[in-house]
């Protein structure tokens, strides 16, 4: 006889402990399959984000900027620092160490909320029925009246770089360096490029981005993107576009090396690198997750089909993050995961996918939700624009920390605002300010009435909303409207 239960989630990576935890809140009983193992074979909960994605990678991001503050930034504060010098295996220990308290923090919810957390592989085979497959090789068949698929994603691996997390790594391998490689290429100046670039390039590796695109951000503002491309060169990123690698050898011997080989404009290139991080991009994992039998149906690129709900073609099966269509992001699997274990309940939640917030978590940061320029132009949308520098706010010159601006967008007409671009300090929080106010339809006008605290960096919040319709206090205002 297999177990039953009401729900049971295939996963447990944001969208899927998400998705768990909803459904036990909401009276169903609930299991998570996970067969992630660590290094002493303990089942973990939290996926790709919490062990080697988002908190691992901001981890070491937090800890390299420190190092940075501490080597240039401290002394124009008049702090004297005698020698400021680098613990790499130190590092690596404190992320493992915040890893590890998230994912028993997983674990500890699951307990609280009555989710059963099964340890193995599970596969859908057939609409209500999971076969697991344990670490010890024992099977066993869980019944389930609806299934959440939450199998979140892979790096994608090119067959000019092959893998070996040893000189040439993904962005795991690249989370567990134990030196701080002299010459390190990255392959892919996307979002996790130029993360764990910019970590090591804070280090004191000599640092190569090779991207084979000519568009630096193509997603991103075209403002923003130039602005952040000037300012991650400073910064020691030696970002080469157009750059298409082609090839790869490693070198003989015990110190070993990579040379990789690209294409550019001129024509072919070499290079050589103690390591090289591939961060071309990650695919959906489905391999052997679901029996072909099930006739759930794929789309074109690998990604469960869903629809607006996430729910696939067969009823009773969900399937919710990086699994499906839509941008890879922890917070968007979250509110799937909400949204199905709430439509399974029959209540009529409804992730809004025109505000998905985006965060490049270099410094500084760059964020952005809803549309950009670009985009509105090409969509024939007449719309004005505010722009306030951190340059002239109080809060970023005390800080010393004033690189970058905040854009606002609004329609022409109706002053709603339709996009936010920030590349500044802590851009991620304050672009949440106007992802809330736009999930209330919030003008501009409406910004500018708000009342801000001063001295803060949210002042720029208020200024580049002002500054859409000419008002702005703390710049002169420049009419720019398309
Ligand atoms: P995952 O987190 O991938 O979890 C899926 C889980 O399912 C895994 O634990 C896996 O072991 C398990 N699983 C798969 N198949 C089975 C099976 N058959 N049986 C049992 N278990 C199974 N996103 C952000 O929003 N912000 C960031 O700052 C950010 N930074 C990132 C940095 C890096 C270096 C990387 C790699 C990713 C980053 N992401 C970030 C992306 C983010 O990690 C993903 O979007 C998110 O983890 C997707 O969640 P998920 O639940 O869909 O899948
Ligand atoms: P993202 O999908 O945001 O993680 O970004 C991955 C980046 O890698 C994209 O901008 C791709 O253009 C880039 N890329 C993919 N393949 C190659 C390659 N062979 N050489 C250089 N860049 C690549």
Not at 223 to 237: D, H, M, W, Y
Not at 323 to 340: D, I
Request: some cysteine; overall charge negative.
């Amino acid at each position: 006889m297999s177990k039953e239960y009401d729900v049971v989630v295939i996963g447990s990576g944001p969208a899927g402990y998400v998705a768990a935890i909803r459904c036990a809140q909401l009276g169903f009983s609930t299991a998570c399959i996970e067969k992630w193992l660590n290094k002493d074979n303990k089942t973990v909960y939290g996926g790709t984000c919490l062990i080697v994605g988002c908190i691992p990678s901001k981890a070491l991001l937090d800890t390299s900027h420190k190092y940075v503050e501490a080597q240039e930034h401290f002394a124009v504060h008049g702090i004297k620092v005698s020698k400021v010098g680098m613990d790499v295996p130190a590092m690596i220990e404190r992320k493992d160490k915040v890893v590890t308290q998230l994912t028993q923090g997983v674990k500890g919810l699951f307990t609280a909320n009555k989710v059963e957390g099964i340890a193995g592989t599970g596969k859908l085979i057939s609409a209500n029925k999971i076969l697991v497959s344990g670490h010890d090789g024992k099977q066993e068949e869980l019944a389930a009246k609806h299934v959440i698929i939450a199998a979140g994603s892979i790096p994608i691996d090119i067959p000019p770089t092959p893998v070996d997390q040893e000189t040439i790594v993904d962005s795991t391998g690249a989370l567990e360096f134990q030196e701080v490689p002299k010459r390190l290429g990255v392959i892919g100046a996307g979002v996790i490029g130029l993360e764990l670039g910019s970590v090591w390039a804070r280090l004191g590796s000599e640092v190569v981005v090779l991207e084979a695109l000519d568009e630096f951000l193509p997603m991103v503002d075209r403002q923003v993107a130039k602005e952040a491309q000037k300012i991650l060169t400073k910064q020691g990123l030696d970002i080469k576009m157009g750059a298409r690698v082609t090839g790869s050898k490693l070198s003989k011997g015990a110190k070993k090396s990579v040379t990789v080989e690209y294409t550019d404009k001129d024509g072919e290139q070499k290079a050589q690198f103690d390591k090289l991080i591939v961060a071309v991009g990650r695919k959906p994992f489905t391999e052997d997750l679901i029996d072909p039998a099930v006739g759930i149906e794929f789309d074109e690129r690998g990604f469960i089909k869903v629809d607006d709900q996430c729910a696939t073609n067969i009823p009773g099966v969900y399937a919710c993050g990086d699994v499906v269509r839509g941008p890879m992001l922890a917070h968007k699997g979250m509110e799937e995961g909400v949204m199905v274990a709430e439509r399974i309940a029959e209540k009529k939640t409804q992730v809004n996918y025109d505000l998905v917030p985006s965060v490049i978590y270099t410094h500084p940061e760059i964020a952005w939700v809803g549309k950009n320029e670009e985009e509105l132009k090409a969509a024939g949308v007449d719309y004005k624009v505010g722009v306030f520098p951190f340059a002239a706010n109080g809060r970023a010159l005390a800080a010393n920390d004033a690189d970058g601006l905040i854009k606002t967008i609004a329609d022409a007409k109706t002053d709603r605002i339709l996009g936010c671009h920030i590349i500044g300090p802590s851009a991620a929080d304050l672009l949440q300010q106007m992802v809330i106010a736009m999930e209330f339809s919030a003008s501009a006008e409406d910004i500018g009435l708000t009342m801000f605290s001063h001295p803060a960096l949210s002042e720029g919040v208020h200024e580049a909303a002002l500054a859409a319709n000419g008002h702005a206090i703390h710049i002169g205002n420049r009419k720019r409207r398309k």
